[in-house]
Structures are given as structure tokens and as C-alpha cells.
């Protein structure tokens, strides 16, 4: 009776091996499958059987798979969806790229994939660089902070990545300047979006000088407009207050332009700048000298 127990229970255990191996056999057909198709390019058929492999259990892990994928959506994205800057299938290829990377403990085509992701990334960074208006900024913002998370597969360098994030929100904050500018009430909150995007720049590069040069305009600008459209009618008290206000934004406006004088003392726009703050809170003598120093450089051209 032990006898046909152990011999039951061998029975079971090899049922279940022969199974198991049926199961992983039959997904390592489903990438074989999506290859094939991919290779008649049937992507659709290809698509649907990856993806089934890479769901799967057993195949999950599976490094060439996910390598696979990724090429597979990649060339999904370059021949339907290349117009499309919210494109879904470059991002399944991104993160297939990525996850074949983690999973490729043999290093066999980290390289590769590392090489596409490059490749998808930049495509990323021109489409958000092409979304720069009113009407696409979000998408803008999206395609960028992803170009950053994948970029830094290729490049992990702190540095450069922050040069061009940089350069991303310098751009977005003129954007907002010019979309505030267009339309002051109705689209007062674009002004502190500006100041936002500055503020992140000049908390990596404090000696930026676009950054601390623009700054400065903001807030000088935002006192002219200030004493600009104050209504004469007012009563003294209001009048005061305006006073106050624009006093307030010019002193907010002077450090940043004082940043941007030390770091090119030679700029035309900046010497003005500093001439016309020091003249609005009644510092002349400070006033005469920036205006002095730019009829001097004036002189030089």
C-alpha cells in the first residue's frame, strides 16, 4: 500500500513538472510568435502576443522579452504614432527598454536597449521643445519630466541633466511671461507660475544670470504696472497703499538685478534696470551712477 502511495504521489509530481514545463514552453512560443510577426510586420499580432509572454508568470522575467517589447512598440511608435507628442506605444517601449535592462543580468543587450531608450528619449525632448506655446504647455511638462526619467539611463550625470532642466524652465518661464502679459487680470496666475520656474532654476544655479535678470523684470515690471494703473480718483489712503506696494516690488526686483549686474556688469538692459529701481525709491545718487555707467559703455560701441 506505501508501495502504491510513493508511486502515486511520483505519478502527481511528475504530471505537474511535465505541466509546468508545457506552460513555460507554450509562453516561450508566445515571444517566439511575437518575433515572427513582428518580423512579417504584423504588429498588431506581434503587440498582442508580447504582451501576453511579458504578463505571464513565467515569462515576466524574461529579459529578451521585454527586449522584444520594446522594439516591437518602438517601431509601433516610428510608424503610426510619430505625430502623436502623447504617444502611448513610446512609452511602452521606453519602459521595456528599461525593465530588460534591470532584468539582463548577463549584459547581453543592455547596450542596445540602453541605445533606443537615447533614441525615444530625444524624441520626447523635441516634442516637449515643439509644445512650448499656451495652448500644449502641459503636454510640454509631461513629455520633459519623462525625457528626464529615461535620460538618465543613458546619461546618469547629475550635471548635464541639470543643464537641461535649465534650459526647459527658462523657456517656460518666458512662456508664462508672455501668456501673463497678454492678458494681466485675466491670467494673473502665469506670473507666479514665471516666478516659480525661476525660483527652481536659480535653487540649482544660483549665479544664473537669464534667471536672476528675468526675475528682476518681473518684479519691476509688476511695480510700473502697478503705478500704471492706479486710478487718480483714489482716495489718499488707497493712493498709500499702492505706494507701498510698488516701493515693496522694486526692493523685491533689486537683489535680482544687482545678481545679474556682478555677473555681467557690461549689459546694456541691466544698468537700466538698476537705474530706474534706484530712481523709484528715491536713491538718486545711485541712480545717476548705473546711469552714468551705461552712457559710458554707450560711448564704447
Not at 498709500?240 to 555677473?263: C, G, R, V
Request: hydrophobic letters at 40%; a neutral charge; proline letters at 2%.
Amino acid at each position: 500500500m506505501i508501495i502504491k502511495m510513493l508511486n502515486l504521489k511520483r505519478t502527481v509530481c511528475l504530471t505537474m513538472l511535465l505541466v509546468i514545463a508545457a506552460l513555460a514552453e507554450a509562453q516561450q512560443s508566445k515571444v517566439s510568435a511575437a518575433y515572427a510577426f513582428f518580423q512579417q510586420d504584423q504588429l498588431d499580432s506581434a503587440r498582442a502576443c508580447i504582451d501576453a509572454a511579458v504578463q505571464h508568470p513565467e515569462t515576466s522575467a524574461d529579459a529578451q522579452a521585454w527586449y522584444l517589447r520594446g522594439f516591437i512598440y518602438k517601431t509601433i511608435y516610428n510608424k503610426q504614432e510619430r505625430s502623436n507628442k502623447l504617444s502611448p506605444s513610446r512609452l511602452e517601449a521606453l519602459t521595456s527598454f528599461k525593465k530588460s535592462t534591470t532584468l539582463d543580468t548577463a549584459q547581453g543587450n543592455v547596450q542596445e536597449c540602453i541605445k533606443n531608450v537615447k533614441y525615444l528619449a530625444t524624441t520626447l525632448y523635441n516634442d516637449a521643445a515643439a509644445s512650448l506655446d499656451s495652448i500644449d504647455y502641459k503636454i510640454a511638462i509631461g513629455n520633459f519630466e519623462k525625457f528626464k526619467e529615461y535620460y538618465l539611463l543613458v546619461d546618469p550625470t547629475p550635471a548635464n541633466i541639470q543643464q537641461k532642466d535649465i534650459a526647459f524652465s527658462l523657456a517656460m518661464a518666458a512662456l508664462y511671461t508672455q501668456i501673463f502679459e497678454s492678458n494681466k487680470k485675466g491670467k494673473a496666475e502665469f506670473l507666479k507660475m514665471a516666478k516659480d520656474a525661476y525660483n527652481r532654476i536659480l535653487a540649482i544655479d544660483p549665479n544664473n544670470i537669464g534667471a536672476n535678470y528675468n526675475m528682476g523684470v518681473l518684479y519691476y515690471n509688476q511695480a510700473v504696472n502697478l503705478i500704471n494703473q492706479s486710478d487718480y480718483d483714489l482716495d489718499i489712503v488707497a493712493l498709500s497703499d499702492i505706494q507701498d506696494n510698488s516701493i515693496n516690488l522694486f526692493k523685491e526686483s533689486l537683489p535680482f538685478m544687482e545678481k545679474a549686474y556682478e555677473l555681467d556688469p557690461k549689459r546694456r538692459e541691466t544698468l537700466l534696470g538698476l537705474s530706474g529701481i534706484y530712481f523709484s525709491l528715491n536713491e538718486f545718487e545711485k541712480s545717476n551712477m548705473y546711469k552714468q555707467k551705461l552712457e559710458e559703455l554707450e560711448k564704447q560701441k
